[in-house]
């Protein structure tokens, strides 16, 4: 019989396995096996946390049979990127959930701010637009799926940023051009694992390698502008 394929769940910046619990029961139910991963990243560099979580993968996945696929939020999907590039595996699936793929410019907003340094650390400095100190390689041989939050428009969730976002990341900042779909989904950063369509959407592409037919798809086009067509 052939084992069921090991879903890799890694949490974002500043949360614990506890916010990916509720989509991991959901992957079980649906007959895979969830392996939910923690990590502190507050504290360190990206790229140390990088590698010790790379470290710690190795090990869990040693012994492990037939597929392995990710499930991200946030960080956890630059991590994913990260660990990916480096040990590629064949037939792999990731499924990004709110991903600063582009960095994101509310980190370089919060760098000045003690309290958020105080919670988010100096994992702060890493994930800017302009000021980026660790870039995940682009993947190859991996099909990535992206879920963005956003509410479709000209405006997000959160007034203090220019543009449709989630409260955290910007939609725009969601993009990896080897992602082979990218969707758009109504709810906020820190909850968006909780959706009930994003468990959906997740299983369809964990499945198929693609999204459901009714999701907003998104678009970049040459001047960078994101659309949902």
Excluded at 101 to 109: I, K, P, T, V, Y
Excluded at 206 to 229: I, S
């Amino acid at each position: 019989m052939t084992p069921p394929a090991t879903v890799v769940l890694l949490h974002g910046l500043g949360r614990s396995p506890l916010a990916m619990r509720p989509l991991a029961r959901r992957l079980e139910r649906a007959g895979l096996s969830a392996l939910n991963v923690g990590y502190a990243g507050a504290r360190r560099p990206v790229a140390d946390t990088a590698a010790r979580v790379a470290a710690r993968l190795d090990e869990a996945l040693a012994g492990v049979e037939g597929p392995v696929h990710f499930v991200t939020h946030s960080l956890g999907g630059i991590l994913a990127r990260a660990y990916l590039a480096a040990r590629p595996r064949r037939g792999a699936r990731l499924v990004q959930l709110a991903p600063p793929n582009q960095g994101a410019r509310l980190a370089e907003a919060l760098r000045g701010v003690v309290l958020a340094r105080g919670v988010l650390g100096v994992a702060l400095d890493d994930l800017g637009v302009s000021a980026a100190r660790f870039v995940a390689p682009a993947l190859a041989g991996v099909e990535v799926g992206v879920i963005a939050g956003g509410r479709g428009g000209a405006r997000g969730y959160g007034p203090w940023l220019p543009e449709d976002n989630d409260l955290i990341v910007c939609v725009r900042e969601t993009f990896l051009p080897e992602a082979r779909d990218w969707i758009l989904v109504p709810h906020v950063h820190t909850f968006i694992m909780n959706a009930r369509a994003v468990h959906d959407n997740v299983l369809a592409f964990l499945e198929a390698g693609r999204f459901l037919p009714a999701a907003a798809r998104l678009a970049r086009g040459e001047d960078g502008a994101v659309r949902v067509v």
